[in-house]
């Protein structure tokens, strides 16, 4: 579950360790900013969920945690037809808990052997009461097991946090207890189109991290702290770039790139092995022209409006165990960020 105070890294010990500081891009805008994770447990504006039919069964929940009634607007983006859209309106009693089958959404678009990510927004253009929703979701595998957490959420009024990329980086450690490990890194990147109802994803709007030049490499580790550079990735909505593995020997659970090409858990340390990946945050990447910046005052590859990055991990043993979480945000590194800032 999402914590209110992250002072110190979570720490899951099912297949894994992961302690991960989300980043956002600051290009010189404000179009372009940190903005944390929230508790989902006490409610937002907007829930963000990853959905995977292929091969498994999603189920995204919702509920209305205030005395009124809301129109929320749900958007479903399949990042394996290239982020086309679907998308509906619903209406939630007070109190009330809503779960949605991937496989029987309303207006039965068919999501066979889909997956991408989902987007519920409280209607602010009808009354709404503010961070009333909370949210979590399933995703059950063929082979037996299955991934359970909370939405990710995003304050879509922003707290305009902004850092310097390539400052702070992103670590995910993995481990293969219950050999062997596969995994499914997500990184889901949008902008907030600033409608009070609606965002907006495409191939051409990601999220980079790891670059070329030293200092901003992507690296892995294993055991005894050796590494290896690995090329710079990026999330974005579409096939091949919304969910990866961590390299060889933790591939992706449905095949999948990986995001190095090493195997960090095949060394002298078996039968238990381990490692840590290092992800530097590089910044957003928008060349889609709908939402591209145009004229004088704009930034090249920069939206032109608020961007987010939502990751969530998952691991499992390919065939029982499996545990999955966001991307959680660290207060200790606001701190930081800002004295860097300034």
Request: aromatic share 12%; with cysteine.
């Amino acid at each position: 579950m999402l914590q209110d105070s992250l002072s110190k890294f979570k720490y899951f010990l099912v297949l894994a360790l992961l302690a991960v500081v989300p980043m956002q891009a600051f290009a010189g805008s404000l179009n372009n900013f940190y903005d944390p994770i929230d508790n989902t447990d006490t409610g937002a504006d907007r829930l963000i969920y990853y959905y995977d039919q292929l091969g498994r069964e999603t189920f995204v929940q919702v509920t209305n945690t205030s005395d009124s009634f809301l129109s929320i607007h749900v958007q479903v983006f399949e990042a394996d037809q290239f982020c086309n859209e679907v998308d509906f309106d619903d209406f939630l009693t007070p109190g009330e808990t809503v779960v949605y089958d991937m496989a029987a959404l309303p207006g039965n678009p068919d999501l066979t052997d889909s997956y991408g990510f989902v987007s519920i927004t409280l209607d602010t253009t009808d009354s709404f009461v503010s961070g009333a929703l909370i949210g979590s979701f399933r995703i059950i595998d063929s082979e037996g097991y299955e991934y359970r957490t909370n939405a990710a959420s995003s304050d879509r009024f922003g707290q305009f946090d902004p850092f310097i990329p390539g400052q702070f980086e992103n670590a995910l450690n993995f481990n293969n207890v219950n050999d062997p490990a596969f995994a499914d890194v997500v990184g889901i990147t949008y902008v907030d189109l600033l409608d009070g109802r609606n965002v907006y994803a495409s191939p051409g709007v990601g999220t980079q991290f790891g670059a070329i030049g030293s200092g901003d490499q992507n690296l892995i580790f294993d055991h005894a702290e050796n590494f290896n550079s690995c090329s710079p990735v990026t999330f974005a909505c579409d096939p091949d770039s919304i969910n990866l593995g961590i390299d060889n020997s933790v591939p992706n659970t449905q095949g999948f790139a990986r995001i190095c090409n090493t195997s960090k858990l095949e060394g002298d340390n078996l039968p238990v092995d381990s490692g840590w990946l290092l992800l530097p945050f590089i910044g957003n990447i928008c060349v889609d022209p709908l939402v591209a910046g145009s004229g004088t005052d704009s930034f090249e590859g920069e939206c032109n409006y608020p961007t987010y990055f939502v990751g969530f991990l998952g691991l499992n043993n390919g065939d029982g165990t499996g545990s999955m979480d966001s991307w959680l945000s660290d207060p200790i590194f606001l701190e930081i960020a800002q004295e860097v800032s300034n």
